[in-house]
């Protein structure tokens, strides 16, 4: 920890607090955050999307997963890190095409090397492993960081890419975002081990705890991996402790497995507030800055209710299209029936 | 595939598949091989002999035990430039990765409408026939026909395995590759660089006017010699090589079909809702005028793979593959 939960500076040895323009912009981006995940978590009840599950209360994990990256790097996130993506460029819009209920990931993962987010739990992780790893034989400086929850580390993945990375010194740094809860199964009943961070033990990849609603201190251990990969240092394991202020989706009712004074006692740690408090303290944040960040954030949660407000009829010629680099004879068939049929309907319209 | 310069050399099904993975590294930088023991030890079959030698470990190297992880580092490598050629050590044993291959190897094209492609290619020691114990003896071929976005080959000769393989790894599109244990040491002269067809086209081996017989991998040797012994007995079969279960040649094998008028599906894999069953459904749907009598299949029985002193009676061998075909109602004709 580096800012304590009242935003007062904790002395860390060993650990350099960010400079100034790197919290205000984490804080910028903060705001952001909270508000697409508020703004997506209200599409979700209006029938705009599918499904969110919301990383409310863990945004300070997605901003510094975005903001410790380098151009060139790749990000690999999870269900839940819609704001990662788009704190590296990915457009709100698109980063929530699978959400909405679309057949693909919305947006081209080369263009901000973002990998299309991963469904299955931690089957994205050796994928990471092997962008790392193809990167580091051409000679190239680029790291790879790959999210995941605590849920995700008990899938045999996670212990195949850890292990996998260790083996091929591969630049990757996976980062765990604890937030206490796989749906509905507390931490203690995922694993025994004495924290998540420990599981790189066994595999030789030196892990680390952190607070993970102090965005300060996520930057600086985080950084710190990420160029310590990109020196050649190997994988690192990043746990973040941080917590799941609500429900794993819409679709779930977190009062049956958990209390309301639970939450409540991580309103307290709330990793906005606590920034706020510190950046005003510091006398680097004032109420004018605080409404331009608001406007700013205003701006991007409107552009994501207009995006996906928007009717797009979906083609369903289209299914049929990106299956091979050319379709086999018998997709081609099947593609003809579909356009019959549509062509019939209109016949009939 | 450019490969111009014709070379003529006699090579067992291992040798050549050694040779399409060596000619396609010289060839390509970002072809890199990699597996359990495919480094110093060359491969349990040895398919992989010698190229860490020759390409060093960066191109050919040995990998953790863990196939889900093999498969899922070839996936972030193809994603990242490189074209992955990885081996399971055999057939049961890359069911850890079935995960990756069927939600990631076959559908990251698709989820990124074609933005991301994945020209990877995963060697598949597959099928019995070699007195092996359990778990070394799957037909696993149905599992991935099943499933949209993956090329399924299996070749039967050691110039298709060659030049499959050479087209496989220069395929855009992930490629299931089944080599047939027992035919890594059958051998024939392979011209190498030879143009073969490609992926998704299958080969009338032998011709024949009374019936066809419609086999792939370790079941075209079986069907020729099948066809071999029926013509001592005054029947001329045709044997069709599908070389190809996906993209599947519908029109090679209805052709043939429609010759004929009679075939028989042959098939080490459990005859279930497998491969063979599909051949003969679609066969039926397009051919059925053509046909004098139902389509016969002779496959493995829907039991798990026998121990080796009992296999001999789970694999379609020549007499079931004739009795079968003595089956085609002839006395109609």
Known sequence: M???????AVDASGYAAPDGPALLRAFAALVTARRLNDQAYALVRQGRLAVYPSSHGQEACQVAAAQVLADGDWLFPTYRDTIAAVGRGVDPVEALSLLK???HCGYDPYEHNVAPHATPLATQLPHAVGVAHAARLRGEPTVVLALCGDGGTSEGDFHEALNFAAVLRAPVVFFVQNNEYAISVPLARQTAAPSLAHKGI??????ERVDGNDAAALLTVLGAAVERARAGGGPQLIEAHTYRMQAHTNADDATRYRRDDEVAAWVERDPITRLEAHLRERG???????????AQAEHVATHLRDGLNRDVEPDPAMLFDHVYASPTPQLTEQA???ADELDREGALR | MTVTATDHVKLTMAQALNRALRDAMAADPAVVVFGEDVGALGG????????TAEFGEDRCFDTPLAESGIVGVAVGMAMNGMRPVVEMQFDAFAYPAFEQIVSHVAKMRNRTRGRVTLPMVIRVPYAGGIGG???????SEAYYAHTPGLHVVAPATPADAYGLLREAIASDDPVIFLEPKKLYWSKEEVELGAEVPGIGTAVVRRAGTDATLIAYGPSVPVALEAAEVAAGEGRSLQVVDLRSIVPFDDETVCAAVRSTGRAVVVAEAAGFASVSSEIVARVTERCFHALAAPIRRVTGFDIPYPPPKLEHFQLPGVDRVLDAVDDLQWEDS
Do not use: K
Request: aromatic share 6%; hydrophobic share 40%.
């Open chain 1, 284 to 294: 680097l944040l004032d109420d004018a800055q605080l409404a331009d960040i608001t």
């Open chain 2, 44 to 51: 349990v079959f040895r398919i992989t002999d010698g190229l």
């Open chain 1, 101 to 103: 209920g679309d057949w």
């Open chain 1, 336 to 338: 003809a029936l579909v």
């Open chain 1, 202 to 207: 066994g595999y030789g990849v030196p892990g």
């Open chain 2, 133 to 139: 114990v359990e778990h070394h003896c799957d037909s």
């Open chain 1, 2 to 8: 580096l800012i304590d939960p009242h935003g007062n």
